[in-house]
């Protein structure tokens, strides 16, 4: 059973259309980070985040971390074909120091 | 600055055989955690380093061993190979794991 639930599982879109990808849990995570990861590549850290209710942005892509810190959500505006990849969630719980990942959203955004 | 290294890049290796899997870490980076990723699902922690000590371990049988140097560094072996064990091994290393981890680019292991 996977902790942490992504959705959706694939996500085509075309160039300057907008998308989320979300990130669930019933488990309360101290810190969720969101990766993107290209193929034969490790996954890249775009932003860790914290508090509950916390919103980072970074450049045209908008990180906000549950309330309740069980959840994420990750909204890209403007999507442009250099934004294709997978991404993934990930959180650590408690006085946990593992990574726990969701399985991913694959993104593809068609020029 | 380099980010984390890791060799080889790819392997090929027969059931039952032994592997090990090598990883140097971010410059500034003490500890280093491995993952397991097959194709098209997340990363699986297998264990954390820290101070040349198994900090943490995940789902992962005894067949699935590691190391700690001074240095930081960092190997995993893995024993008796099962063709179940085909994917990719990425290290991964942080001085504050609030702050996230920075990943190498990981081994395709490929057992026949």
């Known amino acids: 059973t996977q902790l942490l639930e992504q959705s959706p599982q694939f996500l085509s879109i075309q160039e300057g259309e907008n998308l989320t990808v979300y990130c669930n849990s019933s488990s309360v995570f101290s810190s969720l980070q969101w990766y993107r990861q290209e193929p034969g590549e490790g996954p890249v850290l775009l932003v860790t985040v914290v508090t509950g209710g916390e919103v980072k942005k970074l450049k045209r892509l908008t990180f906000q971390f549950g309330d309740a810190r069980k959840d994420s959500s990750l909204h890209i505006t403007a999507a442009q074909p250099g934004d294709t990849g997978l991404y993934l969630c990930?959180?650590?719980?408690?006085?946990?120091?593992?990574?726990?990942f969701g399985a991913g959203t694959t993104v593809t955004v068609r020029a | 600055d380099a980010g984390v290294t890791q060799s080889p890049t790819h392997l090929i290796k027969t059931r039952g055989q032994q592997v090990t899997l090598r990883c140097s870490p971010k410059s500034g980076h003490d500890t280093v955690s491995w993952y397991q990723q097959a194709l098209g699902q997340g990363p699986q922690f297998i264990f954390q380093?820290?101070?040349?000590?198994?900090?943490q371990r995940g789902n992962f049988p005894d067949r699935f061993s590691g190391h700690q140097f001074p240095n930081y560094s960092s190997e995993l072996n893995v024993n008796a190979l099962l063709l179940g064990d085909s994917a990719l091994y990425l290290c991964a290393s942080t001085l504050d794991s609030i702050y996230g981890y920075t990943f190498g680019s990981g081994t395709r292991l490929t057992v026949v």
């Open positions: 380093y820290y101070e040349e000590e198994e900090r």
């Open positions: 990930a959180g650590a719980r408690g006085l946990d120091y593992k990574l726990s």
